[in-house]
C-alpha cells in the first residue's frame, strides 16, 4: 500500500520559513517526479514545485526564489524549504508522485497518482 505523508507544517509569521517533509512508503519513488501542490480556501489546488527523477526541478513563478525543493533518494523522501513566507502562502499543502516512469515534472495535478493527506501551512502577516 503506498502512502505519503507529509509533517513540518505549522504557524508562522510573515519572512519566516518552514521546511516540509513528505515520506513515501509502500513503493520506490526515485525514478518518479514528486510534486508540491498547496490549496487555499475557496481555491483550486494549484502547483507550487516538482522534481524528476534527476534532481532537475521546476517551480511556480509565486514561489520562484523562495521555496526549493530537494529529495533524497535513498530514504523516499522529498522537501520542499519554504522561506520569505507571505500571507497568500497559506494554504493546505500536499505531497503528490507522479506514476510515469522517469518523466517529466507536471503541473496538472491530475497528471499525479498518488497523494498525500495534507499538512496545514499558515503564515501570519
Known amino acids: 500500500q503506498v502512502q505519503l505523508v507529509e509533517s513540518g507544517g505549522g504557524l508562522v509569521q510573515a519572512g519566516g520559513s518552514l521546511r516540509l517533509s513528505c515520506a513515501a512508503s509502500g513503493r520506490t519513488f526515485s525514478n518518479y517526479v514528486m510534486g508540491w501542490f498547496r490549496q487555499a480556501p475557496g481555491k483550486e489546488r494549484e502547483f507550487v514545485a516538482g522534481?524528476?527523477?534527476?534532481?532537475?526541478?521546476s517551480y511556480s513563478d509565486s514561489v520562484k526564489g523562495r521555496f526549493t525543493i530537494s529529495r533524497d533518494n535513498a530514504k523516499n523522501t522529498v522537501y520542499l524549504q519554504m522561506n520569505s513566507l507571505k500571507p497568500e502562502d497559506t494554504a493546505v499543502y500536499y505531497c503528490a508522485a507522479d506514476s510515469v516512469f522517469r518523466g517529466p515534472v507536471r503541473k496538472s495535478a491530475s497528471s499525479y497518482g498518488y497523494w498525500g493527506q495534507g499538512t496545514q501551512v499558515t503564515v501570519s502577516s
Open positions: 522534481i524528476n527523477w534527476g534532481g532537475g526541478a
